[in-house]
């Protein structure tokens, strides 16, 4: 499964973050069942749950209510017990209505509880004896699946459902085996009004109309056994587009008024397939792939097998330019059908054995597509972002985790990613792959442990790996490399000093890893591999003359934190290096910030052959901070790379000047590409003048492609603070409610609540946003119950304690009574929270007027400097 994306903010990667308040979290906690007791209770290590019984095949025939937002179903499990007579047979299922059970043998009885469905047999059923179970239920699910109708604010014609079983939802809408380390065959049978469509694993097997309820049940077999978090069936009014590779069809689907923009997404599919069976070197191991948006997914995607899920936030128009790809959602989620899909990890404290490879193939993907270049550069920024975080005591591989949402993080996903760049990196493309293949065949349609993975890897190479997933999987954290570098003339040595800085403990340890380092000098380059093993250790190197460049692990194959600072001089060869991409990039971030530098960064921003070189640069030369610097990013503005233009935006911003606001007004209006004007919107915030405010307002209310020109103005209404702003952005609301996507409408009520909460009059915020606390949509329920907290209106307090009642289960509870704590201390004067709050409003306003005060300053400044013809600028207007 992929993190949702959050386009704006860099957090892991540009790729990765964190879940967007998703429908589903914090619901798994402590939902224990006797299957999965050690895997889900928060008091002990997590284990796989043991297998009583092995399944053979499951039939779920659902009927969905779209109107109630509930279905009617029928599972029937056919099974066999493994190895003792199984009298009593528990299965997961939150919150069933159980109406009947029976089966082929003779039940005593059978009992429904909160999480699990319960069968007595009558007499044990023996070891080997095939039986089946049928259980007839009904469920108001409030995980798994996911109704989206026109009852809760959806288009009528966009109705639809989805599912979403990962990591622990499908018990809330089907009873079975909840834990990955059980596979089986499937079928769903699903009965929809005509004129809708039904998708689902595998192979479609045809319908049939049922004249007595005038439904058609659509029927799905899949014929190869999978895990059941990957049951998906999705089902309503949705269209599709079709290709082929080989004889896989593939298709792409959308909500039906969304078809349009299906072909962007989609295009490239044929080819990651291609690229990906090559690579795999196992041919794709489904009947189809069809890839299907849905509206407000609570992930990015999911790779449910040959049926993935995405996000409506991928779709994109060719005027977003590379902004909008969906390159790296689609090619992430496809590797996942092998990865994660064909061979699963056993239990979730083994889950980068899916989430590392869709990370890494992706990374491999672009690679393939770009060039080397584009594979060590997403393997950079991936290192990037969680190499800093300090003392980080988690294993990639542990047990001790609350709930399996939690290992969906950074250790799974960008870190498993490394621990396999640096295998490949020490083998080599061949043996990798040849290692990789034989993992997949040997567990073909089975789960797998690391410990499977790493044998195959040590049988094929002859080499042992038991310090290398020791320390990198095992243990936790990487090597924090401290480096000093002198050079002896007298005896021709070069002398590298490494010290590993990680603080060691139980959890992390002291590494032991290969490190080259490369001199490269007027008569060519050297390169020498040193093995770093000590806590500090002092290297020599002869060398016929003195280095101009010291690159250390030039090729990008060790995951470790690198402290090295090379003297300005070598920076500046390192920067002119055409052919070491990552030299550049490491050498553009050692000068970031250097005066003495600009000229070259200059240059390097308009002129370096790669992307993510001339962007690093772009933060660089804002680092410098001088007005020279401003020039040279105001400048440059005209980047053909849309990821490089959007950077220098966001830099351009990071001055607060005339310049720097009259440029971003420029692009705000200019930019060929939509992305771009809503990112330098979004960053006009800190400019109060009249012109920013009525641009400010005009783009709140204009109709762009998924409102972005409307979010870009609410990130910069927000930061305005201002009371001026509440009655027009209230009125937009209003109008646009049924139109703007959900994430912009929940943006709107932040910024509303956050605008009105120092008025003296709240009411029109308060009504409007407790109009929307019993919201179908999930999203703006709790984002209207978070913002009677920010409001700060103490009339709120009966509604909030409303939903502060409810049971526990319910995710708007936490957040109603987050809203009352705000409210309660707001009321207290004397509280410590509520006089905090009141501080910081007072310097936030302090500061809005020390702002002011200095651009007037500066106007008056720049006045004095003009001729008696020139107008002087218009002053900035006080409210
Ligand atoms: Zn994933």
Not at 180 to 204: D, Q
Not at 509 to 521: A, D, H, Y
Not at 555 to 582: G, H, N, V, W, Y
Not at 790 to 804: M, N, R, W
């Given at each position: 499964?992929k993190?949702?994306?959050?386009?704006?903010?860099?957090?892991?990667s540009a790729?990765f973050?964190?879940?967007v308040?998703?429908?589903s979290?914090?619901?798994h906690?402590?939902r224990g069942?006797a299957?999965?007791?050690?895997?889900?209770?928060?008091?002990?290590?997590?284990y796989?749950p043991?297998?009583?019984?092995?399944?053979?095949?499951?039939t779920l025939?659902?009927?969905p209510?779209f109107?109630?937002r509930t279905?009617s179903?029928k599972a029937?499990?056919r099974?066999k017990p493994?190895?003792r007579?199984l009298?009593?047979?528990?299965?997961?299922?939150?919150a069933?209505?159980v109406?009947t059970?029976?089966?082929?043998?003779?039940?005593?009885?059978?009992?429904?509880?909160?999480?699990?469905?319960?069968?007595t047999?009558?007499?044990p059923?023996?070891p080997?004896?095939?039986?089946s179970?049928t259980?007839?239920?009904s469920?108001e699910p409030?995980q798994?699946?996911?109704?989206?109708?026109?009852?809760?604010?959806?288009k009528?014609?966009d109705?639809?459902?989805?599912t979403?079983?990962?990591p622990?939802e499908a018990r809330?809408w089907?009873p079975?085996?909840?834990?990955?380390?059980?596979?089986f065959?499937s079928?769903?049978?699903c009965?929809?009004?005509?004129g809708?469509?039904?998708l689902a694993?595998?192979?479609r097997?045809?319908?049939e109309?049922?004249?007595?309820?005038?439904?058609v049940a659509?029927?799905?077999?899949?014929d190869?056994p999978?895990?059941n978090?990957?049951?998906a069936?999705?089902?309503?009014?949705v269209?599709?587009?079709?290709d082929?590779?080989?004889?896989?069809p593939?298709?792409f689907y959308?909500p039906?008024?969304?078809?349009?923009e299906?072909?962007?997404?989609?295009?490239?599919t044929r080819?990651?397939?291609?690229f990906f069976e090559?690579?795999?070197?196992?041919?794709?191991?489904w009947?189809?792939?069809?890839?299907?948006?849905v509206?407000?997914?609570?992930?990015?995607?999911m790779?449910n097998?040959?049926l993935?899920v995405l996000?409506?936030r991928?779709l994109?128009?060719?005027?977003?330019?590379?902004?909008?790809?969906s390159?790296?959602l689609?090619?992430h989620?496809?590797?996942h059908?092998?990865?994660?899909d064909?061979?699963t990890?056993?239990d979730?404290?083994?889950?980068w054995?899916?989430?590392?490879?869709a990370t890494?193939?992706d990374?491999?993907?672009?690679g393939?597509?770009?060039?080397r270049?584009?594979?060590?550069y997403g393997?950079?920024?991936?290192?990037?972002g969680?190499?800093n975080v300090?003392?980080?005591?988690n294993?990639i591989?542990r047990?001790d985790?609350n709930n399996?949402?939690?290992?969906?993080g950074?250790?799974?996903?960008?870190?498993g990613?490394w621990?396999?760049h640096?295998l490949?990196?020490e083998?080599?493309?061949e043996?990798?792959?040849?290692c990789?293949k034989?993992y997949?065949e040997r567990h073909?349609?089975?789960v797998?442990?690391?410990?499977?993975?790493?044998?195959v890897?040590e049988?094929?190479?002859g080499?042992?790996?038991?310090q290398?997933?020791d320390q990198y999987?095992?243990?936790?954290h990487?090597p924090?490399?401290?480096?000093?570098y002198?050079?002896?003339?007298?005896a021709?040595l070069?002398k590298?000093?490494?010290a590993?800085?990680q603080?060691?403990?139980d959890d992390?340890?002291?590494f032991?890893?290969p490190?080259?380092v490369?001199?490269q000098?007027?008569?060519?380059?050297v390169?020498?591999?040193?093995?770093?093993k000590?806590?500090?250790?002092?290297?020599y190197?002869?060398?016929?003359e003195?280095?101009?460049v010291?690159?250390?692990?030039?090729e990008?194959a060790?995951?470790?934190r690198i402290?090295?600072a090379?003297?300005t001089?070598?920076l500046?060869?390192?920067l002119a290096d055409?052919?070491?991409?990552i030299?550049?990039?490491?050498?553009v971030?050692q000068?970031?910030?250097?005066?003495?530098?600009?000229e070259?960064l200059?240059e390097?921003?308009?002129n370096d052959?790669?992307w993510?070189?001339r962007?690093?640069t772009?933060?660089?030369?804002r680092a410098v901070?001088t007005?020279?610097?401003?020039q040279?990013?105001?400048?440059?503005v005209?980047?053909?790379?849309a990821?490089v233009?959007r950077?220098?935006?966001l830099d351009?911003?990071?001055f607060?000047?005339?310049?720097s606001r009259?440029a971003?007004?420029?692009?705000a209006?200019?930019?060929?590409n939509?992305?771009?004007r809503?990112?330098?919107?979004?960053v006009l915030?800190?400019?109060?003048t009249?012109e920013?405010?009525?641009?400010l307002?005009?783009?709140?209310?204009s109709d762009?492609?998924?409102?972005s020109m409307a979010?870009?103005?609410?990130t910069?209404?927000r930061a305005q603070?201002?009371?001026?702003?509440?009655?027009?952005l209230?009125?937009?609301?209003?109008e646009?409610?049924?139109?703007w996507?959900?994430p912009?409408?929940v943006r709107?009520?932040e910024?509303?609540?956050?605008?009105a909460?120092?008025?003296e009059k709240?009411e029109?915020?308060?009504?409007?946003?407790?109009?929307r606390?019993n919201?179908a949509?999930?999203r703006?329920q709790?984002?209207?119950l978070?913002g009677?907290?920010t409001?700060?209106?103490p009339?709120?307090?009966?509604?909030l304690?409303?939903?502060a009642?409810l049971?526990?289960?319910?995710p708007?509870?936490?957040?109603?009574?987050k809203?009352?704590?705000?409210?309660r201390?707001?009321k207290?004067?004397?509280a410590?929270?509520?006089s905090?709050?009141?501080?910081l409003l007072?310097l936030?306003?302090?500061?809005?007027e020390l702002?002011?005060?200095f651009?007037d300053l500066?106007?008056?400044?720049e006045?004095a400097?003009k001729?008696a013809?020139?107008?002087?600028?218009?002053?900035?207007t006080?409210r």
């Amino acid at each position: 499964m992929k993190l949702n994306l959050i386009l704006h903010a860099a957090f892991w990667s540009a790729a990765f973050v964190l879940p967007v308040a998703a429908e589903s979290e914090s619901l798994h906690c402590a939902r224990g069942s006797a299957l999965f007791a050690a895997a889900d209770s928060p008091d002990y290590r997590k284990y796989a749950p043991s297998r009583e019984i092995d399944i053979l095949h499951l039939t779920l025939d659902v009927t969905p209510d779209f109107k109630a937002r509930t279905i009617s179903g029928k599972a029937v499990l056919r099974f066999k017990p493994i190895a003792r007579p199984l009298d009593e047979l528990k299965l997961d299922g939150v919150a069933l209505r159980v109406r009947t059970v029976t089966a082929t043998e003779k039940i005593l009885g059978w009992q429904a509880t909160d999480k699990q469905v319960i069968v007595t047999f009558d007499k044990p059923i023996p070891p080997d004896r095939e039986a089946s179970v049928t259980i007839d239920y009904s469920a108001e699910p409030k995980q798994g699946v996911y109704f989206r109708t026109p009852e809760m604010g959806y288009k009528p014609e966009d109705t639809h459902l989805w599912t979403q079983g990962e990591p622990l939802e499908a018990r809330h809408w089907f009873p079975g085996f909840d834990a990955p380390n059980e596979k089986f065959t499937s079928e769903i049978i699903c009965r929809v009004p005509e004129g809708m469509t039904v998708l689902a694993n595998g192979r479609r097997m045809g319908e049939e109309k049922d004249t007595s309820t005038g439904l058609v049940a659509v029927r799905w077999l899949q014929d190869k056994p999978h895990v059941n978090y990957l049951i998906a069936p999705v089902a309503g009014y949705v269209k599709g587009i079709e290709d082929r590779h080989r004889d896989v069809p593939l298709a792409f689907y959308t909500p039906a008024s969304q078809i349009a923009e299906a072909k962007n997404s989609f295009k490239e599919t044929r080819e990651i397939m291609e690229f990906f069976e090559k690579e795999i070197g196992v041919p794709f191991p489904w009947a189809k792939y069809y890839q299907v948006v849905v509206d407000d997914f609570t992930w990015g995607g999911m790779e449910n097998t040959s049926l993935t899920v995405l996000t409506d936030r991928t779709l994109h128009r060719d005027e977003s330019e590379q902004l909008g790809s969906s390159r790296g959602l689609v090619a992430h989620e496809m590797a996942h059908q092998w990865f994660g899909d064909f061979v699963t990890c056993k239990d979730w404290s083994h889950l980068w054995l899916n989430e590392g490879f869709a990370t890494y193939y992706d990374h491999l993907y672009e690679g393939h597509k770009e060039g080397r270049d584009e594979l060590l550069y997403g393997m950079y920024q991936s290192a990037k972002g969680f190499i800093n975080v300090p003392n980080d005591t988690n294993a990639i591989v542990r047990r001790d985790f609350n709930n399996p949402e939690e290992q969906f993080g950074f250790h799974a996903y960008p870190k498993g990613a490394w621990v396999l760049h640096m295998l490949r990196s020490e083998l080599g493309d061949e043996l990798f792959r040849r290692c990789v293949k034989t993992y997949l065949e040997r567990h073909a349609f089975g789960v797998a442990t690391t410990d499977d993975f790493s044998k195959v890897f040590e049988e094929l190479s002859g080499r042992s790996f038991d310090q290398f997933f020791d320390q990198y999987v095992y243990h936790a954290h990487h090597p924090e490399m401290g480096v000093t570098y002198s050079w002896d003339e007298r005896a021709k040595l070069a002398k590298l000093s490494i010290a590993q800085n990680q603080r060691l403990s139980d959890d992390v340890l002291l590494f032991s890893v290969p490190l080259t380092v490369r001199f490269q000098g007027k008569s060519g380059r050297v390169d020498r591999q040193v093995r770093v093993k000590e806590k500090a250790e002092d290297f020599y190197f002869p060398l016929p003359e003195a280095p101009e460049v010291v690159r250390l692990d030039p090729e990008l194959a060790l995951l470790a934190r690198i402290s090295f600072a090379p003297p300005t001089p070598m920076l500046f060869k390192q920067l002119a290096d055409k052919k070491d991409m990552i030299g550049r990039l490491v050498a553009v971030e050692q000068l970031s910030g250097k005066k003495e530098a600009l000229e070259k960064l200059k240059e390097t921003l308009n002129n370096d052959a790669y992307w993510g070189v001339r962007s690093a640069t772009s933060r660089a030369i804002r680092a410098v901070g001088t007005e020279d610097a401003l020039q040279a990013l105001v400048t440059s503005v005209k980047q053909p790379d849309a990821r490089v233009r959007r950077q220098v935006v966001l830099d351009i911003a990071g001055f607060y000047r005339e310049t720097s606001r009259d440029a971003l007004l420029k692009l705000a209006r200019d930019d060929k590409n939509p992305e771009i004007r809503s990112t330098a919107i979004g960053v006009l915030g800190a400019h109060h003048t009249p012109e920013v405010r009525d641009e400010l307002l005009k783009f709140l209310r204009s109709d762009s492609y998924r409102a972005s020109m409307a979010d870009g103005a609410l990130t910069a209404i927000r930061a305005q603070d201002d009371a001026g702003f509440i009655a027009p952005l209230l009125e937009t609301l209003r109008e646009k409610e049924a139109n703007w996507p959900t994430p912009v409408f929940v943006r709107g009520l932040e910024t509303l609540a956050w605008l009105a909460r120092s008025e003296e009059k709240k009411e029109s915020a308060r009504e409007f946003l407790v109009a929307r606390v019993n919201s179908a949509k999930n999203r703006v329920q709790r984002a209207a119950l978070a913002g009677l907290g920010t409001l700060g209106d103490p009339k709120a307090i009966g509604v909030l304690e409303q939903f502060a009642s409810l049971p526990k289960e319910n995710p708007e509870r936490d957040v109603a009574e987050k809203s009352l704590v705000a409210l309660r201390d707001a009321k207290k004067p004397g509280a410590e929270l509520g006089s905090i709050r009141g501080d910081l409003l007072k310097l936030q306003r302090e500061n809005q007027e020390l702002r002011k005060e200095f651009d007037d300053l500066k106007k008056k400044l720049e006045a004095a400097g003009k001729t008696a013809t020139e107008k002087p600028t218009a002053k900035a207007t006080k409210r």
